[in-house]
């Protein structure tokens, strides 16, 4: 069983990591999570657009507005490179 | 050991906030994704904590996409148009960023 996670300690954990942000209009969001504050709004490095599943465009360090947000989620380093590369396999 | 990594855990959190890095692109151009379908690229002047702004020289491109009644195309217009000074109101606001300059 595992230990009780909140969502604070969730993020500051997660900063650092490479990250999808889903917001609630469909767009996301993959790139380092750099920083979040108190209200959830979240800075991103090296982050690209995903539009309908497909890289949509390179925008580099954003910041995203919590209201935004739909969800968060931590991606495992070495899928976060092959989908930077756009390399064949996997 | 296990102080020193507290330590610069507590200091990463409270050193480096979102807003924070916004500070740095003030009087700079930076672009700005809204509500509706549009983007600005601009000259940031001024924000608040809401991500109310005060862009300067700005360039709008409001995206639409229209589809024709027949062949069932999808039609993707930009429209563009420039102002001197804007405010922007945070709550349509999605993201900030410096400009890219692949457009």
């Known amino acids: 069983m595992a230990v009780p996670v909140n969502p604070k300690p969730f993020l500051n954990n997660l900063t650092g990591k490479p990250v999808i942000v889903k917001l ?6 993959q790139g380092y999570l750099a920083s979040v504050d108190s209200y959830m709004n979240l ?3 090296n982050a690209e657009e995903i539009i309908d599943g497909q890289n949509a465009g390179q ?5 995203i507005r919590c209201n935004n947000v739909l ?4 991606v495992p ?3 976060e490179m092959e989908n930077a590369g756009g390399g064949p396999g996997g | 050991m296990a102080a020193a990594a507290a330590g610069r855990e507590e200091e990463e959190s409270a050193v480096r906030e979102p ?3 916004i500070r740095l692109s003030l009087d700079e151009r930076i672009y700005v994704k809204l509500r509706s379908d549009r983007e600005l690229r601009g000259k940031l002047h001024a924000y608040d904590q809401h991500l109310n702004m005060i862009l ?4 709008e491109v409001v995206t639409t996409v229209e589809i024709d009644d027949e062949t069932y195309e999808e039609i993707v217009r930009t429209t563009r148009r420039v102002v001197p000074f804007l405010f922007v109101r945070g709550d349509g606001v999605i993201l900030v ?3 890219l300059r692949t457009t």
């Open chain 1, 71 to 74: 969800y968060i989620r931590g």
């Open chain 1, 43 to 45: 800075q991103l490095a």
């Open chain 1, 24 to 29: 609630k209009w469909g767009m996301e969001y």
């Open chain 2, 19 to 21: 807003l924070d890095l």
């Open chain 1, 77 to 79: 380093e070495d899928e």
């Open chain 2, 56 to 59: 300067g020289d700005v360039e």
């Open chain 1, 59 to 63: 925008l580099g360090e954003i910041l």
């Open chain 2, 97 to 99: 960023s410096p400009p």
